[in-house]
């Protein structure tokens, strides 16, 4: 009985920390929602035509608060009395190429390969549940630099519990801005199904990963709402922060000026969730880490505090070049029913899942 909210916080303390499925996440319970709107006709596809701006690695992180190497961790909490239900981890990576496609002024379709932008998050239960539930959760976005946009995002949901068949998803999602749109397959290994669908995309949204990091950029003005759209759940949402306060937050790398973000997701004009999301972003920090996020959702409460914090190291030599932790040392990790370490990278194949191999730290 236990593993059930335990499974289901773990799986939105992730979603919650990366953004992902927000308004899903942050639904009233079943007999307060509305009806599914009938499917509509997808907006004309407004994308802007090529060829796309060809950045040096140097450059891809430039001006932003985050550069390569950066770690940070979060312990993650649920229910009213925060019961410690595992770790949370979002990091940034060394800039790859990635190839896409672009519409170009004649109206036909190029192949471009540039240098993207990589982040990543994981999340996971603690070692003291792995007899009663063992749950591990990842994903990664390779993201242009120059717009913001997603060419490749991939997630994986990994559950054990003791006598019981292991469950194992996965999704891949191709983004083609091209024609708008976003092609999904997701794989069921306990059952061996695939499936396969495409999705509008909005030339103005942003993928739910970068979200997360998005929200570290803007320069907050207390009662002025900064709103974008993201893409998730096969859907275009908005995304409104307002900060409402300026709070000093004490947590594990030390003592912080935070502005209290409330957050809001919504479909068109129409307000989705009936929960409540706080997100704390630090101002007086060099990096302007994410403190902590509180959400309610249908099963509880959820609730993550960043433990620790590792500084990354900018491509074009300015800064700091050698990473600096702050916070608690690292933990032992528990047992993982996946053999991917929490340090390895995903990757996003071509066309058919591949199983990741373990790596070293």
Not at 120 to 127: F, N
Not at 139 to 158: E, H, T
Not at 180 to 186: D, G, R
Request: proline letters at 9%; hydrophobic letters at 35%; aromatic letters at 10%.
């Amino acid at each position: 009985m236990i593993s059930k909210p335990i499974s289901r916080a773990l799986s939105r303390a992730l979603l919650l920390l990366s953004l992902t499925s927000l308004a899903p996440a942050l639904l009233a319970d079943n007999k307060d929602k509305k009806p599914a709107p009938a499917p509509e006709a997808p907006p004309e596809c407004k994308q802007e035509l090529g060829p796309s701006p060809e950045l040096p690695r140097s450059d891809t992180y430039k001006g932003l608060p985050y550069q390569p190497g950066e770690e940070v961790r979060y312990v993650l909490k649920y229910g009213a009395l925060k019961v410690h239900v595992g770790y949370g981890y979002l990091r940034v990576q060394a800039p790859v190429k990635q190839q896409f496609a672009t519409m170009m002024p004649d109206g036909k379709t190029a192949q471009e390969s540039r240098w993207h932008q990589v982040y990543s998050g994981e999340a996971y239960t603690g070692d003291w549940y792995k007899y009663i539930f063992a749950g591990h959760d990842s994903l990664q976005a390779f993201v242009r630099p120059w717009d913001g946009s997603v060419s490749k995002f991939y997630i994986s949901q990994n559950e054990e519990k003791p006598f019981v068949r292991r469950y194992h998803a996965e999704k891949w999602l191709e983004f083609d801005h091209s024609v708008c749109l976003a092609k999904q397959k997701t794989v069921d290994h306990k059952k061996k199904r695939e499936k396969f669908s495409e999705a509008y995309v909005d030339p103005q949204s942003i993928d739910a990963m970068s979200a997360a990091y998005k929200l570290r950029t803007f320069d907050y003005t207390i009662g002025k709402t900064e709103r974008f759209m993201v893409f998730t759940s096969d859907k275009n949402w908005w995304l409104e922060a307002t900060p409402t306060a300026l709070e000093d937050v004490v947590t594990p790398i030390g003592s912080h000026k935070a502005y209290k973000l409330t957050v809001k997701t919504y479909l068109g004009k129409e307000l989705q969730q009936k929960g409540n999301l706080y997100i704390w972003v630090a101002k007086d920090h060099p990096q302007r880490p994410i403190l902590k996020i509180q959400g309610e959702v249908t099963f509880g409460s959820i609730y993550m505090e960043i433990d620790r914090f590792t500084a990354g190291v900018a491509l074009d030599g300015s800064g700091p070049q050698t990473p600096v932790s702050t916070g608690n040392a690292a933990e032992t990790k528990p047992a993982s029913p996946d053999p991917k370490q929490p340090s390895d990278p995903v990757q996003v194949p071509p066309a058919k899942p591949e199983t990741v191999k373990p790596g070293k730290k």
